[in-house]
């Protein structure tokens, strides 16, 4: 247990939720951890087969008054064998709401009291279990919407991305001690370690954190998926390509140039990495407020975008309209699509404008081939997650911190300054790492990440 933390969260009661999602099911698993597991088992279940760590019993579960409620599978953990390291029980029973409230009634009779959203998992992360990385990749999987994210949160949960720090926090920690040692036994012929020596050593450390920092481009695409904003002229076709990719018929589509005034957006799917489209208004200036709105709208969603696709009517020659929309654009990262190709293609974008994807929203023609572009500009070569990625904010931040004293740490040294403050530096860099990992633990940083998730887990 970490020290200081038992104070504001309370670790030495037992905790009983159900676990599985509200409703009628099949099954219904209640989940009890903590100290008085064993005493509340003993009370309440009637067992053909004494309760053995690891192993199933059936029997029956009874009330405070010893009326039989349901018939339970009961499986014990004894701690430190368990997923919080405290004696835990799962009991897996019929999955009537009502039959499992009593039962958790029963439970807390006993003296156990509900789990806080996330509190197994905490409790796990306070008894050494896991890390406060394969905590949140917990949650990840559990709120996974695509194989892939679950399959980088499995990763994760194994521990990938906290190995992957481990020699960088290693190496850190050996600095430090050579600098304290230079420091504290000077007078006895310990060797005060060379300024270069150590700059050297710390940048090749910051390299490799910037380096597990730019993972997050990819792990934030993979968990919070794409936006992409469809811009154009009015006509030319973007609420039907909008309709083709999410395959129904959500946007508005009209003859009447103008008509998509809402930004609607949409999710799928592509290669496991969330889209979300944004079907926006036309660009091009005009007198009608409504209308404004929407063009205002849009201009957002392009500054907010990750990619756009900017679509042009191949059946008509280019004009001042999109020449204007594809100058707005040229700063983001963007495919161009030529759209109504069924109808001819006479419209010449031009070398300056990125190489157009022919297709046609009508009969669907070249929509793989746009999928392909959108995939090559998204993920880009060699991203994969097997080697650890930062998922979350939360941990590109502290990524971040840690780069930002590390490189305080070079100035310095390279300045000469004395090495009682250089080291200030150097442990700020290693505390973010431990904060990242979970080896420095805050009441706020507990809250922040298991507030978020869901009970009985
Ligand atoms: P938006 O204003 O850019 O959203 O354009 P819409 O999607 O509302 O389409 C405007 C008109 O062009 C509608 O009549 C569509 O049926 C038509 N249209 C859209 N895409 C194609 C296409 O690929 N081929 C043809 N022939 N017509 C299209």
Not at 210 to 238: C, H, M, S
Not at 250 to 259: H, L, Q
Not at 321 to 335: C, G, H, Q
Request: with cysteine; net charge negative; aromatic share 4%.
């Amino acid at each position: 247990m970490q020290e200081g933390l038992h104070k504001l969260i309370p670790t030495d009661d037992t905790i009983v939720a159900i676990s599985t999602p509200p409703g009628r099911s099949g099954i219904g698993v209640i989940r009890i951890s903590g100290c008085l597991v064993e005493r509340i088992a003993g009370r309440f279940l009637r067992l053909s087969t004494p309760l053995t760590s690891k192993r199933a019993s059936l029997g029956k579960w009874h009330d405070e008054e010893g009326t039989p409620i349901d018939e339970v599978v009961a499986t014990l953990f004894k701690s430190p064998g368990s997923y919080t390291g405290e004696d835990t029980l799962e009991l897996s029973a019929h999955g009537n709401p009502l039959i499992l409230q009593r039962i958790v009634h029963s439970i807390c009779f006993a003296g156990a009291r509900i789990a806080a959203p996330g509190e197994f998992t905490m409790r796990a992360v306070l008894n050494g279990k896991m890390d406060l990385i394969q905590a949140e990749a917990v949650r990840g999987f559990v709120e996974a919407q695509t194989l892939a994210q679950a399959r980088t949160a499995m990763l994760q949960m194994g521990g990938t991305l906290s190995r992957r720090l481990a020699p960088e926090k290693n190496q850190l920690i050996d600095i430090l001690a050579r600098l304290e040692a230079g420091i504290d036994f000077a007078e006895d012929d310990v060797s005060v370690p060379d300024n270069h020596v150590v700059a050297v050593e710390l940048t090749r450390i910051q390299e490799k954190l910037v380096e597990i920092r730019a993972t997050y481009t990819f792990g934030k695409i993979l968990f919070q998926g794409i936006r992409l904003a469809i811009v154009g002229k009015p006509n030319v076709g973007k609420s039907s390509l909008f309709n083709r990719f999410v395959g129904a018929e959500r946007a508005i589509v009209t003859e009447i140039p103008g008509t998509t005034r809402d930004v609607l957006s949409e999710s799928i799917s592509l290669d496991g990495i969330p889209l979300r489209f944004s079907d926006t208004a036309g660009v091009r200036q005009s007198a009608d407020p409504i209308e404004c709105i929407g063009i205002q709208k849009t201009m957002e969603e392009l500054s907010e975008a990750d990619l756009v696709l900017v679509v042009l009517d191949a059946s008509s020659p280019l004009d001042a309209a999109d020449r204007e929309i594809l100058s707005r654009i040229a700063a983001t990262t963007y495919v161009t699509v030529l759209n109504k190709c069924d109808l001819g293609v006479i419209c010449e974008p031009g070398s300056d404008v990125a190489a157009a994807i022919k297709v046609s929203a009508v009969t669907g023609s070249g929509m793989e081939e746009l999928r392909n572009a959108i995939r090559e500009k998204v993920i880009s070569n060699g991203q994969d997650s097997s080697s650890g990625i930062l998922t979350t904010a939360r941990q590109a931040e502290n990524v971040t911190r840690a780069v930002d004293a590390l490189k305080n740490a070079v100035a310095a040294l390279n300045q000469g300054v004395p090495h009682e403050m250089v080291l200030l530096d150097i442990y700020e860099g290693l505390e973010q790492l431990n904060v990242l990992t979970g080896e420095v633990l805050t009441d706020d940083i507990l809250g922040r990440i298991f507030s978020t998730f869901c009970i009985g887990k």
